[in-house]
């Protein structure tokens, strides 16, 4: 069993920074390539940020430069911090990771349920 859990979302004014959090639990015995992805209503879900294992990371055009995907193995967590928030980064971001589990090293694929980013005066 492995879960994910996104924190940090609310509401926030234009310009303004944000930080997520995405927690995962569970029989946990690595994690490989983890991701942020977002969905607006009435949009199709997008990849906003990835990062490997190494650390190496991507970013949909609209957030390079605004927003920093990192984390922190030793608590199995990652991080979207967002700076220059526009309205139209409103939405539901939510947390994926390859996971590799207890006890025979599977891999999988999990989703957080999302937390909503709402980006408005």
């Known amino acids: 069993q492995v879960q994910l859990v996104e924190s940090g979302g609310g509401l926030v004014q234009p310009g303004g920074p944000l930080r997520l959090s995405c927690v995962v639990s569970?029989?946990?015995?690595?994690?490989?390539?983890m991701g942020w992805y977002r969905q607006a209503p009435g949009k199709r879900r997008e990849l906003v940020a990835g990062?490997?294992?190494?650390?190496?990371?991507n970013y949909v055009d609209s957030a390079k430069g605004r927003f920093t995907i990192s984390r922190d193995d030793a608590k199995n967590t990652m991080y979207l911090e967002m700076n220059s928030l526009k309205p139209e980064d409103t939405a539901v971001y939510s947390c994926n990771a390859d996971v590799y589990t207890r006890p025979w090293g599977y891999r999988g694929n999990y989703w957080g349920r999302g937390t909503q980013v709402t980006v408005s005066s």
């Open positions: 569970g029989s946990i015995l690595s994690i490989d390539i």
């Open positions: 990062i490997t294992r190494d650390g190496e990371t």
